[in-house]
């Protein structure tokens, strides 16, 4: 069993920055990728970026040039690092973890953005 457990979440006033954290915990092996998705007040999920095993990333429009998904320890921890935060930023975010059969998530974080 997998469990994924995110962090960093928070308030921060637009403009500002913070770096969520996912560290997967339990039965590890490789995954073949880990991505961070987000949920807005009324909105869909949608997916924020992306990371598979090989290094590369994958970014929706309105991530890039402002969030950085990283990945560490053996590919089990995966950072989302967001600058130039925007209060249309404001939503849950979830890590989302692929394996081979299946996939994993987080229970997700807050993030508000303030005007």
């Known amino acids: 069993q997998v469990q994924l457990v995110e962090s960093g979440g928070g308030l921060v006033q637009a403009g500002g920055s913070l770096r969520l954290s996912c560290a997967a915990s339990?039965?590890?092996?490789?995954?073949?990728?880990m991505a961070w998705y987000r949920q807005g007040p009324g909105k869909q999920r949608e997916l924020v970026a992306a990371i598979i095993s090989g290094g590369s990333t994958n970014y929706a429009d309105s991530a890039k040039g402002r969030f950085t998904i990283s990945r560490v320890n053996a590919g089990n921890t995966v950072y989302l690092q967001m600058n130039s935060l925007k209060p249309e930023d404001t939503a849950v975010y979830y890590c989302?973890?692929?394996?081979?059969?299946?996939?994993?998530w987080g229970q997700g974080t807050q993030v508000t953005v303030s005007s």
């Open positions: 339990g039965s590890l092996f490789n995954f073949n990728a």
């Open positions: 989302k973890a692929d394996g081979i059969s299946r996939s994993w």
